[in-house]
Structure formats: C-alpha cells, structure tokens
C-alpha cells in the first residue's frame, strides 16, 4: 500500500479536539511508523458564538470551517465527534468518512463540585446545559432541578462552573476523558437515566473523496462494530430529520454476539412526552436499522412533536 508522506490533520482548536488528533496521530504512527502528521487547527462559528446556536446555522456550526479547510485542500484530512456532525444531509459534496474509530463511553456525567449524585441534589440546583436532549430527559425524570443556558469547549464549561455560574454541569464522559478530568466526575449516569445523543463517543475520519491513496491508508483505524453503530444511528436521524432544537436520543450497541440494536427516543422540549422505540437488526443492515426506528417513531407521531417545536 502506497502512504502519504504527509497527512495534515485538520480540527477545531479547543483542548478536546486537540486531544482527539493527537489519538489519530498516535494510531496513525503504529499503522505507518513512517508517516509524518501535521496538526491545522481552525476556529469553527460553534466555537466563537456562545449563544443559541439555532440563530446561526445550528447544525455544522461545529464542522464547516472544517469542511471548508479539507475541500480547499488546506488539509487532508479532519477528525470529528460524529455527534457534531450534522446527519440531516449528506456529508458536505465531495468528502466521505473514511473511518469511525473505536468507539469511547456514550454516557454523560453529572459534575456536581460537592460530590452529590443526581437524585441527592437539592431542589433549585442550577444545571448548567444549553442541550435540549439533557434538558428534556432531566425536565421529566428531575423536575425540581433547573436548568441555566451553558455553552463554550469542555474547559470552558469547567471554568464557568469554579466561577459559580452554574451549581452542577452534565458532560460527555468521553469528552472529560479526552481532557483528562474525569477526576470532576460525581456520577456517571446509566443510558437509561441519560439517553445520549446520536453519534456519542465516537470519532470520524473524513477525507476528499478522490484521495483513494489516504482512504486507504486511514481505513484500517476504523473499527467494524463502531462502523455499524455510526451507520445505525446516523441513518435514524437522516429519515427522522430532527432540528437543532428537537431533543432527540439513541444509540446502537453490537453486544457480545455480534448483534446489532438501536434504541431512540424523541420528546418534546418539557420532557413530557417520550416516543420510544428498541429494535434488532437481525437479517437488516445498519442504515435498513436505522430506517426502521425512525420509522418506528414517526408512527407514534414523531413528525408532529419535532414540527411542533420552534426552531
Ligand atoms: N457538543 C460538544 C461535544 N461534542 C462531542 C462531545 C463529547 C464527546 C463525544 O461524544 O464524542 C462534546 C462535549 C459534551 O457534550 O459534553
């Protein structure tokens, strides 16, 4: 197999994202000890805007600029948390995922400074989270709580919280892994609890379409059952076309055997309603998986609580 001499990996600047380059460079330089990487860090608009994301362009707030960078061939290749890209289109023209990398933990964390657990917190505890999927789930089953808008990279996030302008955060426990402060960590809360968003935990590699040579040579970091997963969970929200303010959760697990499921939900925005649906593959592929869920949501009138919902 022919290499690249080099690869320049583009991302979003912030430490999380930085430390999810530096796991691809760290597999790519066992895959091909020869190879050389160069890190091109951009600032994306979901960086730089702090308030609500629906008053930009919402979905790909996260990812266009590093889009932009890889199709103007400034880069060959970005590194992005598939929860962040946007799976209501097709990817950007042009560009394909060339690998998921093993997937990391899908669970959120609660991080409470005093240590306290979700069902010990006090009433009027002020949860910092500008998510609708936390704020829905955390409306119904947590109602005394109450949520504050909070937006900024992970460490961000953090700092906001040292300076008391929230009482408790909920995170990704991937995310704090990958920052390394999972020491903040006061519980880690089950799906069942916290279902997470589609695409949790998991990273994509993507590349220019024609660049067969780095396809090549970046495929083999992928990891099958995660592939799976990401097809799985990505097709359920193309067929169910959420907005950027439709909570909506699920996730798809291969288990011990081999087989593939795929459990969602939709709620409405006060965490009300909730639409479930759980499905095998069995003899169905992923994407037909996917499809089938939604499927199973829009009878249960899915269209209408995500039409219904401002955005
Ligand atoms: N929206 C930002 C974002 N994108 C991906 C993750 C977590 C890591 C992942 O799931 O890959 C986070 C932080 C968070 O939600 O706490």
Redesign the pocket.
Known sequence: MSVPELIRIVSRDSPMALAQVERVRAELAVLHPGVRTEVVPVKTTGDKWLGDLSQVEGKGAFTKEVDAALLAGEADLAVH?V??VPADRPLPAGTVFAAFLKRDDVRDALVHPGGLTLDELPAGTRIGTSSVRRVAQLAATHPQLECVPFRGN?NRRLEKLAAGEADALL??V??LERIGRTDVISEVLSPETMMPPIG????ALQCREDDTELIDAVSGLGDPDTHREATAERMFLHVLQGHCNSPIAGYARVDLSGELSLRACVFTPDGKTRLNAHEWAGRLDPATLGTSVAVALLRQGAREIIDGIPH
Not at 200 to 203: N, S, T, V, Y
């Open positions: 948390c929860k962040d992970a995170l990704a991937a995310g949790a935990g998991i990273l």
